[in-house]
C-alpha cells in the first residue's frame, strides 16, 4: 500500500459506535471538529461565495431585452423581417461591436444611452404597431446603413477607465418603406455590461477543440484510458525483487506475475491512492522524480489498439486556465501504445496541445512533441476545419504537428490522408476524471525512463 508517511484516514473496529461531538448548537457539529472551527470554516465558505459571486456580477456581458417588431404580412422588403442587435463582449481597455442585422440597403439610427425603460413604450399610436420604444428619451444617436447583406457594426470603444459594470443600453430603428404606417422598425434593446474578460464556458472549449489527422498506417490509434486501465494488472515495481501485482478480490500485494482475473481491472480508487508522496515526488518507475517506494504501474497484455473511427467513441479531456487576460486549454488524448523510432518504443502514450485563446478567438497552439514541442502563431502556419484547429497526428509517436510532412529527420511522418478525429464530439473535464491523481506509469517498466509508460496528465497540467 502506499507509504507509510502518507495520511492514512482514522479507523474503528467493527461495531464501535460513531462518533459524535455535541459542541455547538443543537450538537451540529462535526465528528472531530470543534464548534468554533467549524464556524470559522463555514465563514471561509461564506466569503469565498460571496467573492465568486462578485467576481462574476464583475464581468463583461452583452445581452438583450424585450422584442423587435416585424413588417407588416403585404410587405416586399428584401431581407429579415426583424431588427435584431447583437455584440462582442465590451472589456473594459478594448472596443466591442455592436451589429445590427434587417432588411438588405435600409438605413436608420442606432441610439444608445445609460438609461432605459425596460417596459417600454408602445409605438402603436405614431404609426408602429408592435413596436415599443426602450431606450431612454435621452438618448446619443449614430447614423447607420445596412449593407447588401442587412448587416450594419458598429465599434465602441470602453476605456481602460470605465468603471467596471458600467452599463450602456442599445437600440437600433431602421427606416423600412412600407414596413407599418410610419415606415420604421426597432429592435429589442442591446444591454452592454462593461467589465473583465469572463472564463471560457463549456461549450466555448468544445469550440476550439482540435481536429486531429491520423496518419492512414496507424497501428495504434487513440482509445479510452479507461478500457486501458480495465484491460491492465497493476503492478509495483521492486528494483530487483520480484514485482508484486494487485489482487481486486483480497486487495492486496502478491509476489505474482499471475494472470488470473482477479488481477485485471483494479477500481480506480485504488489506483487513486498512489498518487504524489508528500514531498512531490511520483510513483513512476525509472522516473527522475520518483520517490523510493511503492512505485507502480499498469501493464496491458501486449500492444493496445483504439477503433478506426474514434470521434464519438474515444474521449478527449480538457484542462482549462487563464494567465492574464490569455486562455489556455490543453487538450490530451492516450494511445495504447507508442511505436516510437528503434527500441524507444513503450506501452501507454498521452500527447496534447494547448490552445490559447485572447478575446475569444484563437491566437496560437502549441504542438507537443516528444519531450518538446513548437508553438504556431495564428499567421505563421495554423490550419483550421471549420474554425477549429488542425492537429496532425504522426505514425507511431503521435507526436502532434500543424500540418502534413516528415519531422525530425524522418523520424516523425504526418499526412492528410488518415481518418479525422473530431475531438469536441466526447470532450471530459481532465479534473474530474476518477484516475486524476494516479501518480505511477501508465504502462509497463522498460529499461530506461523513455521506454517506460508515462505519467499521467495531471502531473503535467502546469507544462505547455
Known amino acids: 500500500m502506499p507509504d507509510e508517511d502518507q ?39 461564506s466569503c469565498a461565495a460571496l467573492l465568486a459571486a462578485a467576481a462574476g456580477a464583475q464581468t463583461a456581458s452583452f ?12 410587405s416586399r422588403v428584401v431581407g429579415s423581417s426583424t431588427i435584431r442587435l447583437s455584440g462582442t463582449l465590451p472589456i473594459v481597455g478594448s472596443t466591442y461591436t455592436v451589429t445590427t442585422t434587417g432588411p438588405a440597403r435600409t438605413s ?62 442599445f437600440q437600433a430603428r431602421i427606416l423600412v418603406p412600407g414596413a407599418n404606417a410610419a415606415g420604421a422598425l426597432t429592435s429589442a434593446l442591446g444591454i452592454a455590461r462593461a467589465g ?16 486531429v489527422r491520423i496518419h492512414p498506417a496507424e497501428e495504434y490509434r487513440p482509445m479510452s484510458p479507461d478500457e486501458f486501465i480495465a484491460r491492465s494488472r497493476f503492478r509495483h515495481h521492486r528494483g530487483w525483487q520480484s514485482d508484486q501485482g494487485f489482487n481486486r478480490n483480497t486487495l492486496s500485494w502478491v509476489t505474482t506475475n499471475s494472470h488470473d482475473a482477479a488481477y485485471y481491472g483494479i477500481p480506480t480508487n485504488v489506483l487513486e491512492a498512489y498518487t504524489l508522496h508528500a514531498n512531490g515526488q511520483n510513483r513512476r518507475p525509472r522516473d ?26 474515444v474521449p478527449a479531456y480538457y484542462h482549462y486556465r487563464r494567465v492574464g487576460s490569455r486562455h489556455e486549454i490543453q487538450y490530451w488524448w492516450f494511445c495504447g501504445f507508442n511505436d516510437s523510432f528503434a527500441t524507444f518504443n513503450h506501452q501507454g502514450d498521452w500527447e496534447h496541445v494547448t490552445v490559447r485563446v485572447e478575446n475569444r478567438a484563437i491566437v496560437s497552439v502549441y504542438f507537443a512533441s516528444h519531450e518538446g514541442g513548437s508553438h504556431v502563431a495564428l499567421n505563421a502556419g495554423l490550419r483550421f476545419v471549420n474554425g477549429r484547429p488542425l492537429v496532425y497526428m504522426a505514425k507511431g509517436s503521435h507526436a502532434s504537428y500543424p500540418t502534413t510532412g516528415t519531422w525530425m529527420a524522418g523520424v516523425d511522418v504526418t499526412s492528410d490522408l488518415g481518418p479525422q478525429w473530431d475531438t469536441s464530439r466526447l470532450l471530459r473535464p481532465l479534473a474530474t476524471q476518477p484516475w486524476r491523481n494516479y501518480a505511477g506509469a501508465w504502462g509497463e517498466v522498460g529499461s530506461i525512463s523513455t521506454t517506460t509508460g508515462p505519467l499521467g496528465p495531471w502531473h503535467k497540467r502546469n507544462g505547455q
Not at 464548534?35 to 471561509?44: E, N, V
Not at 422584442?67 to 403585404?74: P, R
Not at 447614423?143 to 467596471?164: C, E, F, H, K, Y
Not at 520517490?291 to 467513441?313: C, E, I
Open 63 to 74: 445581452t438583450t431585452h424585450g422584442t423587435a417588431c416585424a413588417l407588416g404580412g403585404s
Open 108 to 169: 436608420g439610427v442606432l441610439m444608445f444611452s445609460s438609461m432605459a425603460n425596460f417596459a417600454g413604450i408602445d409605438l402603436s399610436p405614431i404609426g408602429m404597431p408592435g413596436c415599443r420604444q426602450y431606450i431612454s428619451s435621452t438618448h446619443f444617436t449614430i447614423p447607420i446603413v445596412l449593407d447588401a447583406q442587412g448587416v450594419s457594426r458598429t465599434t465602441m470603444s470602453n476605456p481602460l477607465s470605465t468603471p467596471l459594470g458600467t452599463t450602456l443600453y
Open 7 to 45: 495520511e492514512k484516514p482514522l479507523r474503528r473496529a467493527p461495531g464501535d459506535p460513531p462518533q459524535f461531538s455535541q459542541e455547538g448548537a443543537n450538537g451540529a457539529a462535526r465528528r472531530g471538529t470543534p464548534w468554533g472551527t467549524m464556524k470559522a470554516l463555514l465563514l471561509r465558505v
Open 288 to 313: 527522475s522524480n520518483c520517490g523510493d517506494s511503492y512505485n507502480v504501474f499498469l501493464q496491458s497484455p501486449g500492444r493496445l489498439t483504439g477503433p478506426t473511427a474514434p470521434t464519438g467513441v
Open 196 to 211: 473583465t474578460e469572463p472564463d471560457l464556458s463549456v461549450a466555448e472549449i468544445a469550440q476550439f477543440a482540435p481536429i
